[in-house]
């Protein structure tokens, strides 16, 4: 149980996340180790936050939902996909122990913040590759690489919207936009996904979670509020370095 000002540190860490991910994406990476670093076990931090933030997607994919608008079967391809890779992805988590998961977790933060890092690469590479008319070819089995990005998500979900985006890029021909779209529609579909999941872990700080999504909820508008006023490559490296700062005092605690 956290006491009174704990609560207050998770809920404006919420709502940093939010605005962030409604910026630049990245957002876990000031959740997850804020409940971490207050006494909560990595694996109950990892699925409460995976709990806590799922408001915040179903925003992003209402946001779009104008550009989902055409994409019935690819959506049909890729919802379902998402879904077990999710489950999936959940099974892993409670499976791995505390321990173990705890010994991944720098590993894993790093990981997150070097996909934060080369999201605007991928951005440039998928708007090369759609003008050139290269995608497009492997739509069918658009599924294979969002399942296993999707089990990813599951287990630990930051960074995953740069991994969804590269794979549909990979089998995919379309505009970046409509491809955004359907990538806010899988990182939901995952999301929600694990969240079910874990709702019968019993791993779910309930008190925490519940202050977080009302603070994401928050986070999510100011940051729709604050989009065009703040750099989002900007705020995207100073998630990045947190990243890296947080990932290296997980190494020295060790």
Known sequence: MLTPLQYIFVTLAALAAGAV???????????????????VPAVAANVTNTVALCPGYFGGTLAQWNDLQGQKRRLW??????????????????????KLFRDLVPYLILLASALLAVQDPVRAWLTRRMTSGQGGQLETITWL???????????????????????????LED???????????????????????FLFSGQV??????????????????????????????LRWTVVTIGVIVSIVYFVRG
Do not use: C, D, H
């Open 21 to 39: 991910n409604a910026l630049a994406g990245g957002g876990t990476l000031i959740t997850f180790p804020t409940l971490t670093f207050l006494g």
């Open 145 to 171: 690489p969002v399942t296993l990005a999707s089990v990813y998500g599951g287990y630990f979900g930051a960074g995953l919207s740069v991994i969804v985006l590269s794979a549909l890029g990979l089998t």
């Open 205 to 234: 700080l309930w008190s925490a979670a519940l202050v977080m999504a009302i603070g994401a909820l928050l986070g999510g508008w100011l940051g729709g509020r604050l989009a065009g006023k703040i750099k989002p490559s900007t």
């Open 175 to 197: 505009t970046l936009t409509r491809l955004n779209a359907l990538k806010q529609a899988v990182a939901f579909s995952v999301n929600v996904a694990a969240a079910v999941y």
């Open 77 to 98: 391809l890729v919802v379902p996909a998402s879904i077990v890779g999710g489950l999936l992805g959940g099974w892993l988590l409670l499976q791995t122990g505390e």
